[in-house]
């Protein structure tokens, strides 16, 4: 028979956060977990909550870019979607990367602001070309007639494009910095008493202040 999804439990038990991790860099623990990850499918995958105007939240998974050197995450998007919209009328994002096979998850509490546009440049042009056609091709985020009118929209760019070298980045697409106030590292243990250490800061360019979080 098989087992009820509802009533899965599994008991975690492969690693610990034991207190040592207090005094560490949340940005060095953060990259030494990504790399931990880097075996996992999607191993940059985050979801990334955002809250409109009209406090409706939305989430949704896009894939971590880039780590700047004061720890600000970065991920690309067209500027005109959902995500987009929301983060134009409220920059206060939750992220989440859930590495579920390693019993693990990060939180990053903070606030978005985009990109300078020569850094959606030089992303963009790093895109393979199919990637870059579709950025022109889809009206993220608003509802089209059928999977066929989609195509058509895409063959309709592909034709735009298709004695360019090169395929200019839109201008409604672009990245987000993500400057993190609170990181959250979770690990599963065994009996739900989980290890969950906390770093927040007020000033984006403050001390880290470090505690263990009850589970």
């Not at 067209?78 to 983060?87: M, V």
């Not at 959606?120 to 066929?148: I, K, M």
Request: net charge negative.
């Amino acid at each position: 028979m098989t087992e009820n999804p509802l009533a899965h439990r599994l008991d975690y038990a492969l690693d610990a956060l034991d207190d040592g991790a207090l005094s560490a860099s949340p940005m060095e623990l953060f990259e030494r977990w990504l790399a931990d990850a880097a075996d996992l499918p999607e191993p940059n995958a985050m979801v990334v909550s955002t809250v409109d105007a009209e406090a409706r939240p939305t989430s949704r998974t896009v894939l971590l870019r880039g780590i700047d050197d004061d720890g600000a995450l970065w991920f690309f998007t067209n500027r005109l979607s959902r995500k987009g919209r929301a983060l134009h009328e409220n920059p206060s994002v939750s992220i989440v990367f859930p590495w579920y096979a390693l019993q693990r998850q990060v939180i990053v509490l903070g606030t978005a602001t985009p990109l300078p546009p020569e850094r959606d440049d030089a992303y963009f042009a790093s895109r393979p070309r199919a990637s870059q056609l579709s950025a022109w091709a889809s009206h993220q985020s608003e509802q089209v007639a059928s999977r066929t009118a989609l195509e058509e929209q895409m063959a309709r760019i592909g034709a735009r494009f298709a004695d360019d070298e090169s395929v200019p980045r839109p201008p409604h697409w672009g990245g987000y910095r993500v400057e993190p106030r609170e990181i959250e590292f979770w690990q599963g243990r065994p009996s739900r008493l989980h290890d969950r250490i906390v770093f927040s800061r007020d000033d984006p360019a403050g001390e880290w202040a470090a505690y263990r979080r009850q589970p």
